[in-house]
């Protein structure tokens, strides 16, 4: 009886044995860096990095757009008031005496010359935004 005790423990010994080389073998197939989810996390985890390096050169691109974007928000604002102030000036332009019956020509003749007036207006305010920017970018150019 002792003797099949014997060669029941043996075999029981050596099926666990096996068991746990093939359990070994599993796990080594399980946490290879090329193969198995070892791999996968390590693809994982440098995409991650990758991701994060994106997103934050995005958001350094997004705030300094938005900066810009406000600065050129605030120069068409500028640039609004000053022409509003231009127009409501046009009105205030005396308007040509004439005789009390002006002819077409006549009429014709004060509307050129009042848009010529205007035209002119117009161009020396841009040309003073011009000189403007022109100054503040190499200000900004300097910085």
Do not use: W
Not at 8 to 33: E, H, K, N, P, W
Not at 67 to 91: F, G, P, W
Not at 103 to 117: E, F, I, K, P
């Amino acid at each position: 009886m002792e003797m099949i005790a014997d060669i029941l423990m043996i075999a029981g010994t050596i099926s666990v044995a096996i068991y746990c080389v093939v359990l070994a073998r599993r796990l080594s197939r399980f946490t290879d860096l090329e193969k198995g989810v070892g791999g996968a996390i390590a693809v994982l985890s440098v995409q991650v990095d990758d991701m994060t390096k994106t997103l934050t050169q995005a958001q350094k691109t997004a705030g300094g757009s938005a900066v810009k974007l406000e600065e050129l928000t605030q120069r068409a604002e500028d640039v609004s008031r000053r022409l509003e102030l231009l127009i409501a000036s046009m009105h205030d332009l005396p308007e040509a005496s004439a005789p009390k019956a002006p002819s077409a020509s006549a009429q014709a003749a004060a509307q050129a010359t009042a848009d010529r007036a205007a035209e002119e207006a117009l161009d020396r305010a841009f040309e003073a935004e011009t000189v403007f920017l022109s100054k503040r970018n190499r200000v900004e150019a300097a910085e």
